[in-house]
């Protein structure tokens, strides 16, 4: 569902932030993405939302190779990701309801559907009270709960999300991380950055380690479907 | 996407549009007035320029032109030549004033009466009053004289044509000045609109980013701006049209006035139709343009980051 295939990105003027990294995240895994602060995490996100591009090597994302996508394609592929990120990105003027309607109306979901949706998707992550409220009168839990229903609200199949943990106490961060769980068991495929080890182990779920832009493990599946690979 | 919810998005984006301009209700006056004064200008020496046309028509009387027979030519002639006149191009109405009803319209007057009646004979010659077309100019006009004049039995034509010159001359120098203010005005306004938008967008650039990392097309972040300068455009359009009703009437009564000592009915009021559409119009235009351009340059410019 999401490969990486001998990528390496140089930001402009600065050091390599991944070389040569190949990994391979299958439909309907949940894999995590660990490594030190600087290790690349971040980058191979933004690669895979198309906020970056490339150095050399491809990145594929559901059969399609993201570097071949033509610039009025990138909307429609976006909007079958979801994206957790962790300042939130949240829109400050907006209510809860209307930050999580945002991508069925982007989509041009029927107003009744977008109802019944959001609602839903504030009821998975605890938040249905709050609809009506802006996000700045929430905690920062709340927030990036908020962020999060907003991710899985148009259902997608991949989703990846960037330190979703990171503003969460330990308890919140475990009931985040149960509810990534559930939504993996319904076949959503994630990919969750995380620097927090205590929590992945606790999950047991497959585990990418990188280290200075490279892949340094890769917990349970082996990479070898990748290499030398370019993309169907 | 259905045809409903395409409708749908687009009223949405239309109302939102509103809804963001009534939030900031003194700043959106004060745009939408420079912008109805802008487009009002014009549009003024537009009424100006039409009403001068009208005007013109209205003194027909003053356009006239009298062409005196020789002494001694008969009425039959006279008639004969006023037929011949009337078919010629340029040329509305003729008519025949037989000596003998020139001597009768005189002599009611007291102080030609006494000097009239002293006399044997008619002293006035058969002369025919002929009215041009309104589309008849200076040049056009002389040249009909000048062959009327050639014609047998005509002893004089009396032709003001300096009248005709001036008219002709002022209104086309007030009809290219509109032209011209029209055309600084129009693009006063498209940049007024593109700066105000301008301006939305940033402060909006937050929101803007965020939509197209969630996916949102180049025309779905687009559109309430769009309809922003539409708005900018209907509502700047509006206050131009006020202001012109305003100073119409203010101006109708004077002019009305003015017209009659002329010895013309005249009323403004007929050529102010076209020219509030036209203002409207060219509100909705200038208002679209200016966001496009605004929309066109700094849209692209706001691309999704994370860090
Ligand atoms: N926009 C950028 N311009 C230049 N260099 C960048 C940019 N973004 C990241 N980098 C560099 O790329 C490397 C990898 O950064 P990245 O953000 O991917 O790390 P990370 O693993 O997400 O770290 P953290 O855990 O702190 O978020 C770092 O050395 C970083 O300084
Ligand atoms: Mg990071």
């Known amino acids: ?232 | 996407m259905s045809l409903s919810s395409w409708l749908t998005r687009h009223a949405q984006n239309a109302v939102g549009a509103l809804g963001t301009l009534s939030r900031n209700p003194v700043a959106t006056a004060l745009t939408v007035t420079v912008i109805g004064i802008a487009l009002a200008l014009p549009a003024a020496l537009g009424v100006l320029v039409q009403s001068g046309r009208t005007l013109a028509g209205g003194w027909a009387d003053v356009r006239d032109f009298s062409v005196y027979l020789a002494p001694g030519v008969g009425l039959d002639r006279a008639e004969a030549l006023a037929r011949e006149l009337r078919v010629k191009p340029g040329v509305e109405s003729v008519r025949v004033i037989s000596a003998d009803t020139a001597v009768a319209e005189l002599s009611k007057d007291p102080g030609f009466a006494g000097a009239l009646a002293a006399l044997e004979a008619n002293p006035l010659p058969h002369t025919l009053v002929v009215r041009p077309l309104v589309s008849v100019d200076g040049a056009a006009l002389e040249k009909l004289g000048a062959e009327v004049q050639k014609s047998n039995g005509v002893d004089l034509v009396k032709l003001d044509l300096e009248w005709a010159k001036r008219l002709s001359a002022v209104l086309d120098f007030l009809r290219r000045l509109g032209f011209i203010t029209g055309g600084l005005l129009i693009a006063a306004v498209v940049i007024v609109v593109g700066n105000t938008i301008r301006l939305d967008i940033q402060n909006r650039s937050a929101e803007i980013e965020v939509a197209k990392l969630l996916g949102a097309t180049d025309a779905f972040v687009r559109r309430p701006f769009l309809y922003l300068g539409l708005w900018y455009g209907v509502l700047g359009g509006v206050v131009a049209m006020l202001i012109l009703l305003v100073g119409l009437w203010a101006l109708g009564e004077p002019i009305t006035r003015l017209a009659g000592l002329y010895g013309s009915s005249f009323e403004l009021g007929g050529a102010t139709g076209s020219s509030l559409l036209a203002v409207l119009a060219g509100g909705v235009l200038a208002g679209w343009g200016g966001a496009w351009t605004a929309v066109a340059r700094h849209l692209a410019a706001i691309q999704p980051k994370i860090d």
Do not use: C, W
């Open chain 1, 1 to 232: 569902m999401i490969r990486f295939d001998n990528v390496t990105k140089r930001y402009d003027g600065a050091r390599e932030a991944l070389k040569g990294v190949s990994l391979h995240v299958e439909a309907g895994e949940l894999a995590f993405l660990t490594g030190r602060s600087g290790a690349g995490k971040s980058t191979v996100l933004k690669l895979i939302a198309l906020i970056e591009h490339p150095t050399r090597g491809s990145v594929t994302v559901d059969g399609r190779n993201l570097g071949k996508l033509k610039d009025r394609e990138i909307p429609g592929y976006r909007q079958q990701i979801g994206m957790v990120f962790q300042d939130n990105k949240l829109l400050a003027d907006r209510s809860a309801y209307e930050n999580v309607a945002l991508p069925l109306i982007i989509t041009g979901t029927g107003q009744r559907e977008i109802g019944r949706r959001v609602r839903a998707a504030l009821d998975q992550v605890g938040l249905l009270d709050r609809e009506r409220y802006p996000p700045r009168t929430l905690s920062a839990g709340e927030q990036q709960r908020l962020g999060i229903a907003r991710a899985i609200v148009s259902r997608p199949k991949v989703l990846i999300a960037d330190e979703p943990t990171g503003n969460l106490d330990p308890d919140l961060a475990l009931e985040v991380m149960a509810l990534f769980k559930r939504l993996n068991e319904v076949g959503t495929t994630m990919l969750i950055a995380s620097h927090d080890l205590h929590l992945v182990e606790h999950f047991g779920a497959r585990r990418i380690t990188l280290t200075g832009g490279q892949v340094l493990e890769s917990s349970v599946a082996p990479l070898t479907e990748s290499s030398g690979a370019s993309g169907p």
